[in-house]
């Protein structure tokens, strides 16, 4: 057993508020200067750059999770991880499903919403609005998301804007969470973290990084056998002296 570095929660720049450096080689680069072993691309309400994520990682000894920030229609971030990249594909076409297609004026307020190759060469442009709210409620969310054997994790659940705090005023302790993920430091109010961690779920430290300095600058320490979708899956539930912290 060993203790491995995840930062479960970065975005390309198919989100539309993700930076332009956001590209697969250069973030997979910085992850390796970072010391991470395991990342995870969660782009808002899509998933179509993670393909070429996991490409530019090849041979670097980065492991890259396919995942995705989904925006239930309460407006609470909820991170959904997948043991592959199918999985987050088909669950990334039921949320824009229900999501308006983008018009003239979308990519000057909110921003453009790039799909590229692993070089970072632009391939398209997505089409659904995918700054918006989908339809599903947090309880469909975390269904949606555990009916394809992912992990259901509400994002960055003491900020003060889209989580489960700012939107509900609580963190709900009776839905089937996989873990809770907190902020980095800087943005925690105080003793809210400590208030929530007592309810009982694994937690885990994303940066939930837009530009590329922010990677690794919150982290899940992973006590597991290796870097993977499935170690991960077994420390969030603790299986024979695997576990989770964050740093
Ligand atoms: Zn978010
Ligand atoms: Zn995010």
Known sequence: MKTYQADLHIHSKLSPC????????????????????????????????????MEAAEGTGLVV??????????????????PDRESARDVANSVQ?????????????????????????????EKHALAMATTFTLEETVSLIQDRNGLAIPAHIERPSFSVYSQLG???????????????????????????????FPMVGSSDSHFLHEIGRARTLMQANGASFRELEAALRKEEGRGVDYA
């Not at 999770?65 to 997948?82: D, N, Y």
Request: some cysteine; overall charge negative.
């Open 18 to 53: 993700g930076s332009w450096d956001m590209t697969p080689h250069r973030v997979v680069e910085r992850a390796k200067t970072a010391g991470l072993d395991l990342i995870a691309i969660c782009d808002h309400n899509a998933a179509g750059n993670v393909g070429a994520f």
């Open 65 to 82: 999770i396919a995942g995705m920030e989904i925006t239930t229609s309460e407006e609470i971030h909820v991170v959904g991880l997948f």
């Open 170 to 200: 609580d963190l709900p302790r009776w839905m089937p969470f996989d873990a809770v993920e907190v902020s980095p430091v800087a943005q925690r109010p105080i003793g809210l973290r400590e208030k929530f961690a007592r309810y009982g």
């Open 97 to 125: 499903s229900t999501l308006p297609i983008t018009d003239a004026r979308y990519a000057s307020r909110f921003g453009e919403q790039v799909l590229m190759d692993p070089a970072g060469n632009i391939l398209g442009y």
